[in-house]
């Protein structure tokens, strides 16, 4: 079963805002999306659910699960659709191009971690007796 990591009502506390109406789901895809490309690189301690142990490590991943999906709010995209497929976009004397080839959305901002995010994983109470940004061991 898939770790959700922060609760609407977190994202609540954590925005100051309303959360729209699809968000357990984006608090879901977020935080599969940081488990897939920032936490299963880090060290801590886990529960037998596999979640943080450490309160302050867990609260960091609720606020960074948080951050993302605020940012998938304000972006109006979480899955990185709205990036696919543009070739050329003009407004006024500016034109940006790209090959209208990209179908994956993978240079969307959508699939970038939120600096917000990442600001919540660098936290100075994130020590390192706690947690190591980017350290695997097996």
Same mark, same amino acid.
């Given at each position: 079963?898939?770790?959700?990591? @922060?609760?609407? =009502?977190?994202?609540?506390?954590?925005?100051?805002?309303?959360?729209?109406? &699809?968000?357990?789901?984006?608090? @879901?895809?977020?935080?599969?999306?940081?488990?897939?490309?920032?936490?299963?690189?880090? !060290?801590?301690?886990?529960?037998?659910?596999?979640?943080?142990?450490?309160?302050?490590?867990?609260?960091?991943?609720?606020?960074?699960?948080?951050?993302?999906?605020? !940012?998938?709010?304000?972006?109006? &995209?979480?899955?990185?659709? =709205?990036?696919?497929? !543009?070739?050329?976009?003009?407004?006024?004397?500016?034109?940006?191009?790209?090959?209208?080839?990209?179908?994956?959305?993978?240079?969307?901002? @959508?699939?970038?971690?939120?600096?917000?995010?990442?600001? @919540?994983?660098?936290?100075? &109470?994130?020590?390192?007796?706690?947690?190591?940004?980017?350290?695997?061991?097996?």
């Amino acid at each position: 079963m898939a770790r959700i990591y @922060a609760t609407s =009502a977190e994202y609540t506390a954590y925005t100051g805002q309303t959360p729209p109406s &699809d968000i357990d789901q984006q608090l @879901a895809d977020a935080s599969r999306m940081l488990e897939a490309q920032v936490f299963r690189l880090c !060290w801590y301690e886990v529960d037998e659910d596999g979640y943080p142990s450490n309160a302050t490590v867990r609260s960091a991943f609720s606020d960074a699960v948080c951050a993302q999906a605020q !940012w998938w709010d304000e972006l109006g &995209d979480s899955t990185g659709a =709205a990036g696919v497929g !543009w070739g050329t976009v003009k407004l006024g004397s500016a034109q940006m191009s790209r090959s209208v080839t990209a179908t994956s959305g993978g240079a969307s901002a @959508a699939r970038e971690i939120a600096p917000k995010a990442m600001d @919540a994983l660098l936290s100075m &109470d994130l020590t390192p007796d706690i947690f190591r940004m980017g350290m695997v061991t097996s």
